[in-house]
Structure formats: structure tokens, C-alpha cells
């Protein structure tokens, strides 16, 4: 599908950005990968880290905040994966409108570049935070998706096609809670932050992330939110995990956390398919040329409900280690 094929990463020097242009470069044969970014420094550096002898790794200055400068960049482009994205959840929430004009203003600018230049594929990239939102950040993405579903209704027969991608926190990722008891560990502090030992979170490995985008962008037929099946943990069992012998201290919820997180509501089990590693949620509004899921899997309970704490898939320490050595990014 990628052979040849020019592809632009919104967002493109952040891990998950980073890591797919590791792994097309690796694992494919594409004619160009475009990195659309807003920080120079971040650019040098990843040049600088990933081998490119092809010259096939470009480099496009840029914010999803520009239509114009998004437009000029997605010439002759035949997939866009939209990663950027403003994702703090305090900076957000002290930072509302910041947030508004790059997770929901940027993404409405990726809707218009895209149809202008006829992109055949864009996927998004979505965050378990929007489903039922409990902070601005969530919100603003749950409005991401949104804007991307529908947009398959815009683009008619020009043939751009939109989808959204939908997964759990990254272990290890940049602001994850793993890196964060690691450098606790490293400084020999008595004692972990716990939130709440009740709360429990999805997890995925960077790789993994990188792999289920690529393939949810070749079956993709536009409007489908993605989901892919992974395990769960609470935080306390991945804090016993990376240190046996520290006591906890529990400091409660931050202001917008949840105590779990959930990537598939109720509301939404009326339109979701289970196939063998995924859940596909369907569009419940297809005016375009959509055939859906039906032979390929099976619709879920009504009374489904895919959260971090009802999850069948549950992680143990050893499958965390093994996550953690198996892991993969530039920015660890």
C-alpha cells in the first residue's frame, strides 16, 4: 500500500511521529515521508538520529493552526497521519483556547487542505481521553473525531477519505507515568506518587501504536473509529511492577483524570463491529460509498462497554517488563 506512495506526519517529530518514520523508512518502500512541524530544533535533531540515505525523510516547517502553509504541504500527498496535537491536561485546561485552535481548529485545517489537494487517506490520531471527556483536552479531541468522520460526507467524489485511530497511554511515551517513576526510582526516592489505587489505564507499546495505525489506514474505508484490543493495569500493580520495595504514597486525582479510562461507550456498542484485534465503531451517518465491517467480524453487545477496568485482557508485571524492553523511541 506504502510502496512508493508520498506520506505526510502532522506532528511528525513526536514519538509516535518519530517512530512511524523509523519504521516506513525500515519497513517499507515510500516515495517521500513529509514530518509537518512547528519546531525547528526538533527537526535537526531528528534528522540528525534517523539513517536516510535515500534522502526519502523531508521536512516541512509548519502549524496545523496554517491552512495555507498545510495546503502547500500536502501536494501529491497520498496519506496524512494526523498526530499533532496540544495534550497537557493542566496546560489545556489553563490554556482553553490554545487548546481549541490546534486540537479542533487544526483539525478542521487538515479537513480543507486535504480535500483542496484530493489526499486519498488522512487517519487521525485520538486519545481514550475523548471518549466521554472529562477535561478540555478530551473534549477537544472527542470534537477532532467528530470533524474527521463527518468530513467523509465533504470530501463526495473527490474520494479523500477520513478515519480516526483510537488507543490508550503509551508505555514509556514523552509525560507518561512510566518515565516519570523511572527518574523517581533513579534519584532513590522513598516513595512513588500513586493517584488513586483504585485507577486503572489501557496501555500500548510505541511500536505496536505505529503498526495498528498502518494497518486500520490500508483497510480504512472512511468514517471508522479504530480501537484496538490491549491490556490493562492499575496503577498500583505498574508501580509494584518497576519497584518491588518502595512504598506508595497516595497524593489523589488531578483535577480532569479519570479513575479509568473507556475507548468505547455504551451509546456507541450499537455501532461497533469486534474483529479478531480490533473494534471498529462505525459511522452512524454514511452518505459516501460505505460498505462496513459486517463479513469480517461481529457487532458487540448493546450493553458493550470497552473500559480500562472491565478489560478481559488484564497486564501482570511480567507482560509489563516484557512491554518496557520491547519498547521503541527516540525520545526514551
Known amino acids: ?36 512541524s512547528r519546531d525547528e530544533y526538533k527537526q535537526a535533531m531528528m534528522a540528525q538520529a534517523i539513517s536516510d540515505s535515500d534522502g ?28 499533532a496535537a496540544m495534550k497537557h491536561v493542566p496546560i489545556a485546561e489553563y490554556n482553553p483556547m490554545e487548546c481549541v485552535k490546534t486540537n479542533v481548529i487544526g483539525a478542521e485545517n487538515v479537513v480543507q487542505a486535504a480535500i483542496v489537494n484530493r489526499v486519498p487517506k488522512v487517519i487521525a490520531l485520538s486519545t481514550d481521553k475523548a471518549c466521554n471527556p ?3 483536552y478530551g473534549a477537544t479531541k472527542l470534537a477532532s473525531d467528530k470533524i474527521f468522520v463527518a468530513s ?25 507515568v512510566v518515565p516519570f517513576f523511572r527518574e523517581l526510582i533513579a534519584k532513590g526516592s522513598d516513595h512513588l506518587p500513586i493517584t488513586d489505587p483504585r485507577m486503572t489505564r489501557f496501555w500500548i507499546t510505541l ?42 504514597k497516595i497524593v489523589g486525582i488531578r483535577p480532569g483524570e479519570k479513575l479509568h479510562e473507556v475507548m468505547i461507550t455504551e451509546d456507541d456498542a450499537r455501532y461497533t463491529v469486534e474483529l479478531e484485534d480490533r473494534y471498529v465503531v462505525q459511522p452512524a451517518l454514511a452518505w459516501w460509498n460505505y460498505k462496513g465491517y ?3 467480524g461481529r457487532p458487540v ?12 485482557e488484564w ?3 511480567a507482560a509489563l517488563k516484557a512491554m518496557l524492553a520491547n519498547r521503541t523511541s527516540l525520545h526514551d
Open 1 to 36: 500500500m506504502l510502496d512508493k506512495k508520498s506520506i505526510l506526519i502532522t506532528g511528525g517529530t513526536g514519538s509516535l511521529g518519530t517512530e512511524l518514520a523509523k519504521t516506513l523508512l525500515r519497513d517499507h518502500a515510500p516515495g517521500k515521508i513529509i514530518i509537518y
Open 56 to 83: 526519502r525523510l523531508r521536512f516541512f516547517i509548519g502549524d496545523v493552526r496554517d491552512l495555507d502553509r498545510l495546503k502547500m504541504a500536502m501536494r501529491e500527498v497520498d496519506l496524512v497521519v494526523h498526530a
Open 134 to 136: 472529562a477535561n478540555l
Open 152 to 176: 467523509n460526507n465533504l470530501s463526495g467524489n473527490m474520494g479523500t477519505r477520513f478515519a480516526v485511530v483510537r488507543y490508550g497511554n503509551v508505555v514509556g511515551s514523552r509525560g507518561s
Open 207 to 248: 511500536d505496536k501504536g505505529v503498526d495498528f495505525v498502518l494497518s486500520s489506514a490500508e483497510m480504512m474505508q472512511g468514517g471508522e473509529l479504530f480501537v484496538p484490543k490491549i491490556g490493562s493495569m492499575s496503577i498500583v500493580d505498574l508501580a509494584k511492577a518497576m519497584a518491588p520495595n518502595c512504598p506508595h
Open 294 to 296: 459486517a463479513d469480517l
Open 301 to 312: 453487545p448493546e450493553d458493550f462497554r470497552y473500559a480500562s477496568d472491565n478489560n478481559p
Open 315 to 317: 497486564l501482570d508485571a
